[in-house]
């Protein structure tokens, strides 16, 4: 029988960070172990401490009393069936995806195979960006952060903009400073300008700074509104978002609506790796790239499975948050991560006494 244990733990932002719609200074993740006899199963998702709850009174129970080891997609369909009343995003979704890349782990140990060779990996490496930028670091740390990534070997660094769109142009223009032209520079707004905000700085973005990778330049939801910049900005410039992709049909509906050039997903939000495969095939019949938001660790052995992969965000917070928390969490080296294919799973472990200090 399978059993599921879930914690939070909430850990303080090491400065303050703010993008262009949201403020914080902590960070929760909630993590799960998946155990059967002596195998134990690893996975998480960021969001509030309630998840775990969720996962230990509604997913946790269906679980022990229906999984198989060895069927982690059988699983996802009776933990997806046990939301139907809690709801299939938000913390329905999160709660989802933290036992599901906790099932795929466990199944991966058990049969002695990394995850990415289980899954069936199509590369060994997965390029990287750097990510971070918020607005609320001044021009030096800003400066001092993409360009330490730039001369660590990354070739892509994102930056936040959207919560003063006067000052925008100016750190963008600081940003590129910093990086050099070699390297390609995004920028993410987190939804936070009008229509007419994002086309206009959209074009001084990219005849000024030469940026490639527009990220929510408005609300994702607001389908109609990124497909109507994607006729309009200029060449050259992707039009991102994903990041709040929910259920394969919140996939679905941003590619239906021609709304993105690139498509965005994060394991730990779209309902977990059995999720993320099927978005993967959704983005391979449309012929458009997938981009991995956050988490970097757990999205490394994945990733290598996905063929439409474009890149994964190496964002500052949950880099060091799961630094701080895992052994075995792969480093980047040259802009790209090689997670560790010498042993079972993700080969990852919660180191539980630091944990603990931190447990919510």
Sequence with gaps: MVAIEARAYTIPTDAPEAD???????????????????????????GDASTAALIARTLGPVVERDASVLAPQAA???????????????PGAMALAAVDTALWDLKARVVGLPLCDLLGAVRDHVPLYGSGGFTSYDVERLQQ???GWADAGFTRVKLKVGS?????PMRVRAARASVGEAVELFVDANGAYTRAQALRLAETFASECDVRWFEEPVPSDDRDGLRWLRDRVPAGMEIAAGEYVWTLADARALLDAGAVDALQADVTRCGG????????ALCRAARLPLSLHCAPALHAHPALALSQLAHLEFFHDHARVEAMLFDGVPQPRGGVLRPQRDRPGNGMELRTADAERWAA
């Design 20 to 46: 262009g719609t949201l403020v914080w200074d902590k960070t929760t993740i909630v993590v799960v172990h998946a155990r059967d006899g002596d195998a134990s199963g690893l996975g998480w998702t960021y």
């Design 164 to 168: 003063d769109p006067d000052a925008d």
């Design 145 to 147: 952060q993409l360009g």
């Design 76 to 90: 996802w369909e009776a933990m997806a069936r046990a939301l139907r009343n809690v709801g299939h995003s938000g």
């Design 273 to 280: 790796i059995t999720e993320l495969l099927r978005i993967d």
